[in-house]
């Protein structure tokens, strides 16, 4: 095998990145991409919004300790599900796995509270990086294509999706199902306050107009979220 076509299978191989512009996004890509847990915490009827923020940024904290590369929280602003969305980030699945077994095994104590409510927790890979900070807010897309489609078909339409948010907003990342509980592919694009989202939502929908309308993009389930850094 030839040493362009080991470096297009192990990008093929590497799913979760971010894109970057176009003058460096070949140099960017060349580097493996990392994975990360996404994981979602409810804030229930009655719930206190800043005892579970508090909890969970100890939490975090312990995660970082523990290995991870980098652990960030967010909260819901607009969108489905009034909560706070953390993401931890490792380089593989051997480096997950270091973290795992390495660390001690979780211990609940018989008066302990669950502060939150509904929780999920996806591992997912990058495929495309056009982030590279932590923004103050992010639009975080979830999207789902229909079960009649070969992954091929979704990874397609999921890269023609992706493509638009990049173009609009210039800072989005893209990331695919890997483990858990829906086969889906995400984005998030950056925004440094809603003057700019604005902003960039004017670019956005003629882009949609243009690349999408008329698009057979098979997409069963969309949803758009958009949230606040509470922990970087």
Same mark, same amino acid.
């Given at each position: ?22 003058? /460096? +996004? ?7 991409? *990392? ?13 206190? *919004? ?38 931890? %980030?490792?380089? !593989?699945? !051997? ?5 795992? !077994?390495?660390?001690?095994?979780? %211990? ?10 509904? +929780? ?26 229909? *079960? ?6 979704? %990874? ?5 999706? $992706?493509? %638009? ?9 893209? $990331? #695919?199902?890997?483990?858990?509980p829906e086969m889906a592919f995400y984005i998030t694009c950056g925004f440094d306050n809603y003057a700019a989202f604005s902003k960039s939502v004017k670019k956005l929908? *003629?882009?949609?107009? #243009? ?20 922990? /970087?």
């Open positions: 095998m030839t040493k362009l076509a080991s470096l297009i299978v192990s990008l093929l191989i590497t799913t979760f990145g971010y894109t970057a512009h176009a003058d /460096d +996004h070949t140099e960017k890509n060349q580097a493996p991409l *990392p994975m990360a847990i996404f994981s979602t915490y409810e804030i229930p009827g009655g719930g206190s *919004p800043s005892a579970i923020q508090a909890a969970l940024t100890e939490y975090l904290k312990a995660e970082e300790a523990a290995g991870y590369d980098d652990c960030t929280m967010y909260q819901h602003q607009f969108g489905a599900q009034r909560g706070f969305y953390t993401s931890c %980030v490792f380089k !593989d699945l !051997d480096h997950f796995a270091e973290i795992v !077994d390495g660390g001690p095994q979780p %211990v609940t104590a018989e008066d302990d509270t669950q502060l939150f409510g509904a +929780h999920s927790d996806h591992i997912v890979s990058m495929t495309s990086r056009g982030m590279t900070e932590r923004s103050k807010h992010i639009l975080f897309a979830t999207t789902t294509f229909s *079960p009649t489609m070969t992954y091929s078909e979704m %990874v397609k339409s999921a890269d023609l999706y $992706y493509g %638009v948010y990049e173009e609009a907003f210039a800072r989005c990342n893209r $990331y #695919e199902h890997a483990w858990g929908m *003629p882009l949609f107009q #243009e690349k999408l309308y008329d698009a057979a993009l098979g997409i069963r389930t969309h949803s758009d979220d958009l949230l606040i850094k509470v922990m /970087d």
